[in-house]
């Protein structure tokens, strides 16, 4: 199994970026998929997270400006951020925990390499 994520870049403040993460291999299925980021210097913490079902949860400090969805279909998460701050800078990894055959009860946890999201002032 491998996580790919895409879609970081570069943006001033206040703009937008989407990233994607695509899980490829031997799924049955995929439980939860979050988001994680880290800053410079910092450790790494969890910005948004979403269930099979489709509930989410975000880090206060994202709330209301980034939105994580998911599409069971081709085995993608997505943050949409929205309104940027330079504190939203980082690298930004997607983690998936990921059910390969029907013996695999509780699922192997994975991660993509990262994406780098710098915000200018």
Sequence with gaps: VQLQASGGGWVQAGGSLRLSCAASGSILSI??????????????????????????????SVKGRFTISRDNGKNTVYLQMNSLKPEDTGVYYCHARIRSSRWDVAGNDYWGPGTQVTVSS
């Design 31 to 60: 439980d939860v998929m979050d988001w994680y980021r880290q800053a410079p210097g910092k450790q790494r913490e969890l910005v948004a997270h979403i269930t099979s079902g489709g509930s989410t949860d975000y880090v206060d």
